[in-house]
């Protein structure tokens, strides 16, 4: 008499358990997430803190495998390839992302932020959230920015002022902004890839290239690149970027969960780089790097009439009117 409502229960428990179990088996998913810095930059420590968090948050439900080191190409790629549906996740500069989103360029605009606070205002700000919906259209969203520190010129002579600069090849990350910024201050842009700059120094193929302290102390440029002139031209955030259509493919349980990660890993990463570049200066002066204060006004006056060329662009000399609105709030 009893056996028969203990057989009627467990036929009723076995397809609700069946149910469940296929349910977390859906939810489960694993994001490729690639980029092209070394494990030590402060922005892969963020993203790796990141993915464990969003682990231990979704309960193992989400995780995301980082290949670092550029092992699938450099951000170009990685965003194309996240653009085809190969790849779900990347990091890319703004500079890097200009080539997708016109927009972007604004960051390349020399001495556009009167200071460090007036960059994060427009950063974390309203200007810096409508910004990063600029790729929504373009197949991958924005979802977090990173602080990067100002980029400066470094090279294997003292750069004193543009006039120093005069016939020199500079490796940049090439756009029509940062060519011509290198060719108003007298020297020619050299598109090298990141991970080939170092050899390009060391054998004389170009003369200097640009970054921020510790991208110049890690990637060991120090060594064939003693001169770091703080010309300070420009402030170009990273941003961490996910396919739409993985975005869009999420519950907005798993969209929540990525998205408080993503902005806790925004705060950690900053904090992170203020040490970083503490340190950085001193490791590199350790090895013999001169670190150069020189008179920016020179570099302004000669960068000047990109800011014409800027407002030519209604759609880019509105960002400009906006940013510059912030300057003094």
Same mark, same amino acid.
């Given at each position: /008499?009893?056996?028969?409502?203990?057989?009627?229960?467990?036929?009723?428990?076995?397809?609700?358990?069946?149910?469940?179990?296929?349910?977390?088996?859906?939810?489960?998913?694993?994001?490729?997430?690639?980029?092209?810095?070394?494990?030590?930059?402060?922005?892969?420590? +963020?993203?790796?803190? #990141? +993915?464990?968090e969003?682990?231990?948050? @979704?309960?193992?439900?989400?995780?995301?495998?980082?290949?670092?080191? &550029?092992q699938?190409?450099?951000?170009?790629?990685?965003?194309? #390839?996240?653009?085809? &549906?190969?790849?779900? /996740?990347?990091?890319?500069?703004? @500079?890097? /992302?200009?080539?997708?989103?016109?927009?972007?360029?604004?960051?390349?605009?020399p001495?556009?932020?009167?200071?460090?606070?007036?960059?994060?205002?427009?950063?974390? &700000?309203? !200007?810096?959230?409508d910004? #990063?919906?600029?790729?929504?259209?373009?197949?991958?969203?924005?979802i977090?920015?990173?602080?990067?520190?100002?980029?400066?010129?470094?090279?294997?002579?003292?750069?004193?002022s543009? +006039?120093? #600069?005069?016939?020199?090849?500079?490796?940049?990350?090439?756009?029509?902004?940062? %060519?011509?910024? !290198?060719?108003?201050?007298?020297?020619?842009?050299?598109?090298?890839?990141?991970?080939?700059?170092?050899?390009?120094l060391?054998?004389?193929?170009?003369?200097?290239?640009?970054?921020?302290?510790?991208?110049?102390?890690?990637?060991?440029?120090?060594?064939?690149?003693?001169?770091?002139?703080?010309?300070?031209?420009?402030?170009?955030?990273?941003?961490?970027? !996910?396919?739409?259509?993985?975005w869009?493919?999420?519950?907005?349980?798993?969209?929540?969960?990525?998205?408080?990660?993503?902005?806790?890993?925004?705060?950690?990463?900053?904090?992170?780089?203020?040490?970083?570049?503490t %340190? @950085?200066?001193?490791?590199?002066?350790?090895m013999?790097?001169?670190?150069?204060?020189?008179?920016?006004?020179?570099?302004?006056?000669?960068?000047?009439?990109?800011?014409?060329?800027f407002?030519?662009?209604?759609?880019?000399?509105?960002?400009?009117?906006? !940013?510059?609105?912030?300057?003094?709030?």
């Amino acid at each position: /008499m009893k056996l028969k409502p203990l057989l009627a229960s467990l036929c009723i428990s076995v397809p609700l358990m069946m149910t469940s179990m296929s349910t977390v088996a859906v939810e489960k998913i694993t994001l490729k997430l690639a980029h092209n810095l070394d494990q030590e930059h402060v922005v892969h420590k +963020a993203l790796d803190q #990141m +993915a464990k968090e969003i682990q231990e948050e @979704s309960g193992g439900n989400i995780r995301i495998r980082i290949y670092p080191n &550029g092992q699938m190409g450099g951000p170009r790629e990685t965003i194309e #390839m996240m653009q085809n &549906g190969a790849l779900d /996740m990347t990091k890319g500069s703004a @500079s890097e /992302m200009e080539p997708f989103a016109s927009a972007f360029s604004v960051f390349s605009l020399p001495y556009l932020f009167k200071d460090d606070a007036h960059f994060k205002r427009v950063l974390y &700000g309203p !200007i810096g959230q409508d910004l #990063m919906k600029q790729t929504d259209s373009k197949g991958f969203v924005a979802i977090a920015a990173y602080v990067a520190g100002t980029r400066s010129f470094y090279a294997k002579k003292p750069i004193n002022s543009p +006039a120093d #600069m005069k016939g020199m090849k500079i490796r940049v990350v090439s756009t029509p902004t940062t %060519n011509k910024i !290198i060719e108003l201050l007298g020297a020619s842009p050299a598109p090298i890839p990141f991970g080939e700059v170092y050899t390009a120094l060391q054998q004389g193929v170009i003369d200097g290239a640009e970054n921020n302290e510790p991208s110049y102390f890690q990637t060991r440029h120090v060594e064939v690149a003693k001169f770091y002139t703080e010309d300070q031209h420009t402030s170009v955030p990273d941003y961490l970027v !996910i396919a739409s259509k993985v975005w869009n493919g999420m519950s907005d349980e798993q969209r929540a969960i990525i998205t408080k990660a993503a902005r806790n890993s925004e705060v950690y990463q900053q904090k992170l780089w203020d040490k970083e570049v503490t %340190n @950085s200066r001193k490791k590199a002066q350790e090895m013999g790097a001169t670190f150069i204060t020189v008179d920016k006004t020179p570099f302004r006056e000669a960068l000047k009439p990109l800011y014409d060329d800027f407002r030519k662009d209604a759609s880019v000399a509105e960002w400009m009117t906006k !940013i510059e609105g912030e300057a003094n709030k």
